[in-house]
C-alpha cells in the first residue's frame, strides 16, 4: 500500500505561509521532513489558490525536488497548473484530479487525461459530479464505472488509473453513512475490472474537525478497514509515527513486504 503524503498542502498554516511568502526554505524543509517520515509519494496540493497557479506549482516542485528525490503527486485547480508542474518533475508524477474534477470537470478529459495518456501517467480520479458522490455504493460503483468507460475510450490504461471514493469528514452531514459507503466501494471495485483499477482514499480527511486526541486513532483504524477492503493507496499525514507504523504492518500482514518486529516501532 502506498504511503502519500497530505503534508504539503495549502490547507495547512506551514504550508500556506511559506506560499503566499515564496519561502523556499520553509518548503524544502518540510520536504525533508515528509521524505524521511517515510512517505513514497509527496502530494503537492495548492487547492484552490487563483493566484498564478500555473507559476505557483512548478514552483513548489523545483523546491522539493532540490532536497527530496520522491514521486510527486500534483493537485490543483485548473488543468493547465498541473501539466506546467508535471513537466517540472524528475519522475513522473501522479495527476491528482480532485480540484479540477470540483472546478472544471470537462478539463479531466479534455486536458488532464490526453496529457495522461501521451506521458505514461497515472492519475487519480475522484467519485465526484455534480456535488458529491452517493451515499449507496452500488451507485458509487455505477459512476466510477462510467468514468473508467469514459477515460479507457479516450486511451487511458486501466492500470495508470486510482479511483478515489472520497471520504468526507465526521462532522458532516451523512458522514458516517458515506463512510461506510467508501468501504463498500472499495470492496466492489476490485471485482470490477480486469486488470483492476487502483484504489485510494485520503483517510486522514474523515478526522478533520475531530478533537486532536481523536484524528490518529479515527484515521489509522478507517485505514485498516480500507486497507482489508483492497485499498492500494492511502493519504494520511506522515508525521503521525502512529499511522506510518500500521501502514508498515498492513504491508507485512497482506504479504507486501517481509515482516520484521521493527515493523511495529515508532520510528
Known amino acids: 500500500m502506498l504511503i502519500i503524503s497530505d503534508n504539503l498542502n495549502v490547507s495547512r498554516r506551514r504550508v500556506l505561509t511559506a506560499v503566499e511568502e515564496r519561502d523556499g526554505a520553509s518548503i524544502r524543509q518540510l520536504a525533508l521532513e515528509i521524505a524521511a517520515a517515510g512517505a513514497d509519494v509527496i502530494d503537492v496540493n495548492i487547492g484552490n489558490i487563483t493566484a498564478h497557479p500555473e507559476a505557483l506549482l512548478p514552483w513548489l516542485v523545483d523546491e522539493i525536488q532540490a532536497v527530496a528525490d520522491v514521486q510527486l503527486s500534483l493537485d490543483a485547480h485548473t488543468a493547465e497548473a498541473i501539466i506546467a508542474g508535471a513537466e517540472r518533475a524528475a519522475r513522473k508524477p501522479i495527476l491528482n484530479a480532485y480540484y479540477v474534477q470540483s472546478a472544471t470537470p470537462g478539463d479531466v478529459l479534455a486536458k488532464l487525461v490526453p496529457y495522461a495518456v501521451e506521458h505514461g501517467l497515472e492519475i487519480i480520479l475522484p467519485l465526484l459530479e455534480g456535488g458529491e458522490p452517493p451515499l449507496d455504493p452500488t451507485e458509487r460503483a455505477a459512476r466510477a464505472d462510467d468514468l473508467i468507460r469514459r477515460v479507457t475510450d479516450a486511451g487511458l490504461s486501466q492500470d495508470h488509473i486510482y479511483l478515489d471514493p472520497v471520504v468526507y469528514h465526521l ?7 458515506h463512510a461506510a459507503a467508501v468501504l463498500e466501494t472499495l470492496r466492489l471495485l476490485p471485482l470490477m475490472y480486469e486488470p483492476p483499477v487502483k484504489t485510494v482514499v485520503g483517510a486522514n480527511y474523515l478526522s ?8 490518529s486513532p479515527l484515521s489509522r483504524v478507517f485505514m485498516a478497514m480500507a486497507a482489508a ?3 492500494d493507496a492511502v493519504m494520511v499525514d506522515v508525521m503521525d509515527r502512529e499511522v506510518v507504523r500500521d501502514v508498515r504492518l498492513i504491508r507485512a500482514l497482506r504479504n507486501e513486504s517481509l515482516y520484521s518486529v521493527s515493523d511495529a516501532e515508532l520510528k
Open 171 to 177: 462532522g458532516g452531514g451523512d458522514a458516517q453513512a
Open 229 to 231: 477492503n483492497g485499498l
Open 208 to 215: 478533520l474537525g475531530s478533537p486532536a486526541g481523536l484524528r
